[in-house]
């Protein structure tokens, strides 16, 4: 099993094409140096390559004060296309959601009060990719193959491994026979 640092974004310089492009742009526009202060992880599909047309780079944040981080990113990311901020109250916290694109590549920043390792976005991709590690790259093209058709990824997951219930917090649960 290959052992990444999903903490830090050099394994993305030496992966496929988007996830180059993803370092790339990451690099170039000093996009998580500008949100350092709020423990930036990269998390989601492009990563653990199960990425599929229109998937977006997905960063996490942890924040408790989202105001002062809607002025950060407006400030630094209002060149970019489509750029959207949002704040909702979710289970009576504050979430901001802000989108934007460059060079053709959807972002997404989801930020809470959740530090980033032990939010959902995370847990799932070590998980997830723990999983594609030990059942292979047929596993992984099934995967794709579902999320082509429809399916969210933990529920795609839940489905190849006939796991019952909530796929968001049965799955952090599987354990390997």
Known sequence: MENIDFTAIAYLEKGNALQQKTFRILSEYNILQKLEGYDPLVVGTIPINIDVENSDVDIILQTNNVEKLQDIILLHFQKFDDLSVTIDEKE??????????????????????????????YLHMLKEYEILQHLG????????HLKENGYKTEPAFCKLLNIEGDPYIELLNYKFD
Do not use: C, H, M, W
């Open 137 to 144: 790259d047929d596993f992984r093209k099934d995967i794709i």
């Open 92 to 121: 009576s916290e504050r979430i901001l959601v802000s989108n934007f694109t460059i060079d053709n590549l959807p972002f997404e920043i989801y930020a809470s009060s959740i530090p980033t390792y032990n939010q959902n976005g």
